[in-house]
């Protein structure tokens, strides 16, 4: 029928097998089984809503409530979210970047996320689109409850961890590039700071020309 969608693909054999492979080795079979099921259901939404992801869980019961109260209940449980995205960043930068280059380049920007949340985030280009590979969410009121010293502390802990888990992630022969954009107003202050942690190989890599 003229102007009506088709209906979304998705391969469920090849997203198990691939969840399991990045995250079997940090998650318990609980929450493997979890994630699994709440990205098949993701990957079938329409929307990114709770109620319209808890519809689509592929489970054997059928009432609406039941499958909602088991997707919140799995996003309230304790998650091991650093292992998960450590795995994940190895992953990805293992499939994307190929032998023999001298490195990825870490686009590093910041998004204002749900409401007063904000996500530092660490991505690699890839088919002309940012692919997430890191990130960090924070919100205004853990700055001013001195939870942190200062915004800056912020960016420059979190650009010191991607850049340290990348190149761990990497051959030795690999060296990323970190990539700011001119929204990074006071980025001389993450450069300097990159270069105190005796980071030598980033001083003649990391792209400062955007200021």
Not at 29 to 44: D, R, Y
Not at 59 to 68: C, F, G, I, P, R
Not at 152 to 178: D, G, H, M, R, W
Request: charged share 25%; net charge positive; aromatic share 10%.
């Amino acid at each position: 029928m003229k102007g009506k969608h088709p209906a979304k693909r998705v391969n469920p054999v090849s997203m198990i097998t691939t969840i399991r492979e990045i995250f079997n080795p940090v998650l318990t079979k609980p929450q493997l089984k979890n994630v699994i099921l709440t990205t098949l259901a993701i990957a079938l939404s329409k929307t990114f809503r709770i109620n319209e992801i808890a519809s689509r869980l592929p489970v054997e019961v059928k009432h609406h409530k039941t499958k909602q109260k088991r997707l919140l209940r799995f996003l309230a449980r304790r998650f091991p979210i650093g292992a998960a995205m450590g795995c994940w960043l190895i992953f990805v930068l293992r499939r994307v970047c190929q032998p023999g280059t001298t490195g990825p380049l870490i686009l590093i920007d910041e998004t204002q996320v749900l409401g007063n949340f904000k996500a530092i985030v660490a991505a690699v280009p890839f088919r002309h689109r940012a692919l997430p590979i890191y990130w960090y969410i924070y919100t205004d009121a853990e700055i001013q409850q001195m939870r942190y010293k200062s915004h800056n502390e912020i960016i420059q802990c979190f650009c010191a961890t991607v850049y340290q888990k990348t190149k761990a992630a990497l051959p030795s022969t690999s060296e990323p590039t970190l990539i700011f954009d001119r929204g990074f107003a006071r980025g001389r202050y993450v450069i300097k700071f990159l270069k105190a942690q005796q980071i030598e190989e980033l001083r003649e890599r990391v792209c400062e020309g955007a200021w």
